[in-house]
């Protein structure tokens, strides 16, 4: 049985490597990012290339997206020689992004009134995890569309989570990327305050991952602030990002977040700071300098 074509666009660290991966596993692919070099990266492995997203589409069974913003992927969307404009009734739009729910939810409609399928699939675990096929896949949409593409997903993602409705896979990543860069912004701040204090940071870690604190974000904060290892892979630009979509979706939601609202303004002193590209365990950086 033929395996379906494939239109990858955004080609990342996580993008390149989960398209090295469905080329490794013999799916046609066909790929459109801004960086020359990430495009021919994949093309050396046998992918093909498209110049706007209408092409890309017109030749690609689903069509997956794996981009920074919703805003990038809307206009992606809608430009006039982007994706929406070259779909086929019966294709699939997959979007590995982390995007705001009611952005996901606008697409799906207007995708729905062509014949086209959408699953949002924000993934979890690391590029190298992406390179052989073994993500976290946190998928949403209507159940017809996600079993259509389940054994494309399967080829990515050791574990492929179903959540039910358009939307619910961006707002279950939301929600754990809240906490995990919450915890992230606490701990880091934990280890600055004992440097500023005089404790050893070392003994504090020893003490707090002995009870029920400990965590591998704990662990990833200690690498930082003790071991001055940064191995995250996750930006503070990214986690500020996520952190304001959170905050959008919870407005929408008819509610608020005050821990978020700490979070993200933590995250956005420390991009001020220029501190951006760092991974987000840095902010300890910006912690440790913070005075009154």
């Keep these: 049985m033929s395996k379906p074509s494939i239109g990858f666009i955004g080609l990342g660290l996580m993008g390149g490597n989960m398209v090295e991966n469905l080329l490794n596993k013999g799916f046609p692919t066909t790929v459109m990012d801004l960086n020359p070099e990430a495009v021919a990266k994949c093309t050396e492995r046998g992918a093909k290339v498209a110049t706007t997203g209408k092409e890309l ?16 992927v809307e206009s992606v969307m809608y430009a006039d020689d982007g ?5 086929k009734e019966g294709a699939v739009v997959i979007d590995f992004g982390t995007s705001i729910p009611s952005s996901t939810r606008k697409i799906g409609a207007d995708l729905a009134a062509k014949g086209v399928g959408m699953i949002d699939a924000p993934l979890g675990r690391t590029p190298a995890h992406a390179k052989d096929g073994l993500l976290n896949i946190m998928a949403s949409g209507d159940k017809e569309t996600f079993e259509k593409v389940k054994p494309v ?9 179903y959540l039910g409705q358009l939307g619910a896979g961006h707002t279950t990543k939301l929600i754990n990327n809240f906490m995990g860069m919450t915890t992230v912004c606490a701990m880091s701040q934990a280890f600055a305050v004992a440097e ?5 940071r070392q003994q504090l870690f020893d003490i707090m991952s002995a009870g029920p604190s400990n965590s591998p974000f704990m662990q990833f904060c200690k690498n930082y ?3 001055n290892n940064s191995d995250l ?8 990002k996520d952190l304001g979509y959170f905050l959008k979706m919870v407005e929408d939601l008819g509610t608020e977040s005050k821990i978020a609202e700490g ?3 933590n995250l956005q002193a420390a991009l001020d700071a220029g501190l951006g590209n760092g991974n987000v365990p840095e902010i300890y950086d910006y912690f440790v300098k913070l005075n009154k």
Excluded: H, K, P
Excluded at 57 to 72: F, G, Q, R, Y
């Design 233 to 240: 892979g996750f930006s503070i630009a990214n986690a500020n």
């Design 153 to 161: 997903l399967d080829e990515q993602g050791e574990n492929v989570f």
């Design 57 to 72: 589409a017109e030749s690609s069974d689903i069509v997956m997206l794996c981009l920074t913003t919703s805003n990038i």
């Design 263 to 265: 979070s993200s303004a």
């Design 225 to 227: 602030a003790v071991d």
């Design 83 to 87: 994706i929406m404009a070259g779909l």
């Design 196 to 200: 500023r204090a005089g404790v050893d």
